[in-house]
């Protein structure tokens, strides 16, 4: 059975801290869309306060989140322990996108290594918070993060990335609006 939480307290932050993974689940409205569920890592999740979160969002091969999140805001984050302790939990809440030049981007940034792939910022008013017991998720150790990401960025430079986002983000698998 999942307990539901008030809020995301001390204690709980600290344990997403200390995950080096987490999933984003979003889907549009349209009975006949994608649901979207993707992986995370790198230095870039923030809990911004007892019902505020927020991510630097990184170009990537699609845009669904940020198309999802712009249609209809609705948005759950998940958190697994894949080390001794088993727990899982899931943050859900409303979500929103700030680019470059806004002050919630400006912020979230600023607490995270520089990457030349960040896009934007994706923070969300936490509604809901709960956990489970996570015991048929597998014990398994980090051994690195993947530098792929940061060095194909690198590669492109600047007006590449630029070029990819019009390229490829400008829409997501659904047709929706998705990165300007």
């Known amino acids: 059975m999942a307990s539901i939480f008030d809020s995301i307290d001390d204690s709980l932050r600290a344990w997403i801290d200390e995950q080096p993974l987490w999933f984003v689940a979003t889907a549009p409205l349209g ?18 306060g007892p019902h505020r979160v927020a991510w630097v969002d990184y170009t990537g091969s699609g845009v669904e989140t940020i198309a999802h999140i712009r249609e209809n ?15 899982i939990v899931r943050l859900h809440g409303r979500g929103s996108v700030h680019l470059p030049g806004e002050p919630e981007f400006d912020e979230v940034v600023a607490l995270h290594p520089e990457h030349p792939s960040t896009r934007a910022v994706i923070a969300v008013d936490v509604t809901r918070v709960s956990d489970a017991c996570g015991w048929g998720v597998p014990v398994m150790e980090m051994t690195d993060e993947r530098d792929l990401l940061r ?23 659904d047709g929706l609006p998705g990165f300007p």
Do not use: K, W
């Not at 994608?34 to 790198?42: F, I, K, Y």
């Not at 007006?159 to 390229?167: P, S, W």
């Open 151 to 173: 060095l194909r960025a690198e590669q492109r430079g600047p007006d590449g990335m630029a070029a990819y986002r019009a390229d490829e983000n400008a829409t997501s698998i």
């Open 73 to 87: 805001r609705r948005v759950c984050l998940m958190f697994s322990s894949f080390g001794a302790r088993p727990r």
């Open 31 to 48: 009975a006949d869309g994608h649901v979207n569920v993707s992986p995370r890592g790198h230095d870039s999740f923030s809990v911004l």
